[in-house]
């Protein structure tokens, strides 16, 4: 009897330590057992920086009266354009943005009658379309000044964006494109000029990408859907711009890294598309401006409900490196500030919008009602719709010129 006893015992062991080791050599960083997991940069599990007070603590209180402005870089597929349009409609604000039904683009100013907001949803897209730091910082300032001579004669412009896991913008992106958006009026302007269509050929021929499969997506070298967070966010002068001839890769994609951590870090604020409370817990205590109704949080993206293959993932993940990088810099930094806010604040997210924020206000959370969205996440269940373009999205070939091809 005990001996059967000692070799089912022994059978058990052997199977767990069976079920260890398989589980030890089968698993890679996404995948266990053929179950797709999400990788660790996802959900913040994976901490690898730890930031000095310094960095962490943004206070900005800002005086929209006095010499602040907001600069709002928008990136493609982060949920972008759904905060922008927060930006404009749903900012406590005096006096509020002006806005007329239909119209994309409202009119932001302060009692003084000036500019506030440089966003998409403001002023238009003054320094191209979804212009990228390269462009903004070489062009805000100039077009105050010819704009705004009436006013201030300094301002102090407080950078924001959005972020969103890299994986799945890269997806979201080549859902948008295969639906029809090029962006192929982007100037791509960086040390005084547009880059040529020898530097950056377009993917497509003809009129736009519709129907772009993602192996076709993938192998167009000149995507710039590739690391297009990384790319936005650093200051290009440093690579040659669009031009690498002559340059080695590795640094190239070394130096935007480091570039755009270190720009995000002088960033006023920037936001979390996957954390929507803490983007606003984070975004209310730093630039001392609250929305009007809270952000939500949308599970039902065009992503979420998107096949990915495993193979699929992998390629995303090897051709995006630079932008998860930079994501899971951003990601510790993000979520250390908001550790670092509850701390000195003596409240949590969740307590601050339980209790402290504005206890009455609860009930009157208001549905937006609007569908028209490029960030891919507020349609809904049915159909995907062809989205509308952007300005400057409509002809290609027109602004195919814009981008000075050389002749
Ligand atoms: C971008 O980098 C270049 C080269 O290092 C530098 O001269 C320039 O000042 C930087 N641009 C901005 C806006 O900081
Ligand atoms: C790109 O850079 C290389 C080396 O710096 C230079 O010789 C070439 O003329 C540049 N091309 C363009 C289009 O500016």
């Given at each position: ?32 057992f ?46 972008g ?52 730091w ?14 705004d ?53 377009f ?32 200051n ?16 190239v ?18 936001g ?49 490196k ?28 969740q ?15 208001e ?41």
């Amino acid at each position: 009897m005990n001996r059967t006893w000692f070799w089912v015992f022994s059978l058990l062991v052997g199977l767990v330590l069976f079920f260890i080791f398989f589980a030890f050599y089968s698993c890679t960083s996404t995948v266990c057992f053929g179950v797709l997991e999400k990788p660790d940069y996802v959900n913040g599990q994976l901490v690898k920086h730890s930031f000095s007070s310094v960095d962490l603590y943004r206070d900005r209180n800002l005086d929209l009266e006095g010499n602040d402005v907001i600069v709002y870089l928008h990136i493609q597929k982060t949920g972008g354009a759904t905060f922008g349009r927060h930006l404009v409609h749903n900012l406590d604000v005096d006096p509020p943005c002006s806005c007329v039904p239909g119209v994309k683009k409202c009119l932001c100013l302060t009692k003084n009658k000036r500019v506030w907001l440089v966003s998409r949803h403001s002023v238009g897209w003054i320094c191209g379309l979804h212009a990228d730091w390269t462009e903004l910082t070489g062009c805000v300032d100039p077009w105050f000044k010819k704009v705004d001579d009436r006013g201030r004669k300094h301002r102090r412009y407080h950078y924001i964006t959005m972020l969103r896991d890299p994986v799945k913008r890269f997806f979201s992106e080549w859902q948008h494109v295969s639906r029809g958006a090029t962006w192929a009026g982007a100037r791509l302007h960086c040390n005084g000029r547009s880059a040529t269509l020898e530097e950056v050929p377009f993917c497509f021929s003809g009129e736009d990408w519709t129907g772009a499969t993602f192996s076709e997506f993938v192998s167009c070298k000149s995507n710039l859907a590739f690391n297009r967070m990384t790319r936005m966010l650093s200051n290009l002068t440093k690579v040659n711009c669009y031009n690498r001839t002559g340059l080695d890769e590795d640094q190239v994609s070394k130096i935007l890294v480091e570039s755009a951590k270190e720009n995000l870090l002088s960033f006023a604020f920037f936001g979390i598309l996957e954390e929507q409370s803490k983007t606003q817990f984070l975004f209310e205590h730093t630039l001392g401006i609250k929305f009007i109704n809270n952000l939500e949080q949308k599970e039902q993206t065009h992503v979420a409900r998107l096949l990915m293959t495993q193979e699929m993932v992998d390629i995303a993940v090897r051709t995006n490196k630079q932008d998860i990088e930079l994501y899971q810099f951003a990601k510790d930094l993000f979520n250390q500030r908001v550790a670092d806010v509850e701390k000195r604040t003596g409240y949590t997210v969740q307590e601050y919008f339980d209790y402290y924020r504005d206890p009455q206000r609860e009930e009157e959370q208001e549905e937006d009602g609007d569908v028209e969205d490029d960030s891919g996440m507020q349609h809904g269940q049915g159909e995907e719709r062809r989205l509308s373009h952007y300005p400057g999205e409509a002809q290609p070939e027109a602004k195919r010129l814009s981008r000075q091809p050389k002749s």
